[in-house]
């Protein structure tokens, strides 16, 4: 194969596979001996394949060959660690059966995806094996990947405990208590960051979920209020978007500098059409399940991001 010249970010496919196929071949991606590959250019998934949508298992069967054959990366997404917590049994002495307790919640948010792979238990249990082994973030040349949040103390620490970029059985199990190490870096890395809702307050979302949190922005300098920082689909009450941020609350913000390298992620379900947060952040996950967009930015050796390098399928009925 040639050598690579550039790389194409993709955002969260959640089982839209005829979509991302779709995308790949726009792109210029061609299926040789059953792979897609491109002649000079990979991927970069940048997690959440599975759940939701209804072609997960063509979705997840894509993206894995075309890892394996070295013509793309995968990273962890929060669903990709969700399902394998949900399928992972405890270990003796454990209060749950598996590590992700199996709520009617967290029942719900895998069902799509235990149901479409219920005929292949055993190409199940071996995609649950190789979700393992798969990077949590991933750093390039002039550019870093990530599902949701880059955090450079984290990051450091487990390239200098476990001295690679993904998680190992115990890493796994010791990442459920959520106050560890291993829990706070899969916290952050695949889900981002947050704030709690002042006053016990809570937000009923699209999804019929209700959250006591809401995510925030990692690259704002001096926010003051919590309308300044909220990033999410779901906005925040009127009375709470206006209040001014606490202290406390400051501490547990994140920062990513615009002096760092270009740094793309998904998981925050962006609507419109696709550009730039800021001259180096992109979000690519613009709600391709829910008959948004399925987008990819098309990176070469830039600095600064460009608008018309973002590239993407409407979803619109091809899942269907």
Known sequence: MAAVQGYDLIGDVHGCGKTLCALLEQMGYRKQSGVYQHKNR???FVGDIVDRGPNIRLALSVVREMVEQGHAHLIMGNHE???????????????YPHL????????????ETLKQFAPYPQEWRD??????????????????AVHACWDDELIAEMQSTLGCNHMNEDFLHASMDRESFAGRLVDR????????????????????????????????????????VV?????????????AITDEDRAQLHYYSPAEK??????????????PVTNNIACLDYSAVKYGRLVAYRMDSETHLDPNKFCWVRVDRIED
């Open 262 to 275: 270009i740094l793309f992620f998904g998981h925050y379900w962006m609507k419109g059409i696709p550009g």
């Open 81 to 95: 660690y969700n399902v394998l917590a949900f399928c992972t049994p405890s270990r003796p002495g454990s209060r």
């Open 189 to 228: 890395l695949t889900r981002g960051t947050a704030l709690k809702l002042p006053e016990g307050r809570s937000i009923t979302a699209k999804d019929g979920f209700v959250r006591h949190f809401f995510r925030t922005k990692f690259w704002e300098t001096e926010p003051k209020t919590y309308d300044e």
């Open 42 to 44: 990979k991927v970069v």
């Open 100 to 111: 992700r307790e199996h709520t009617s919640r967290n029942s719900f948010i895998v069902e």
């Open 127 to 144: 995609h649950l094996a190789w979700f393992v082994t798969l990077p949590l973030y991933k750093e390039f040349e002039h550019f870093r």
């Open 231 to 243: 990033f999410q689909p779901d906005p925040l009450p009127e009375d709470i978007a206006p209040r």
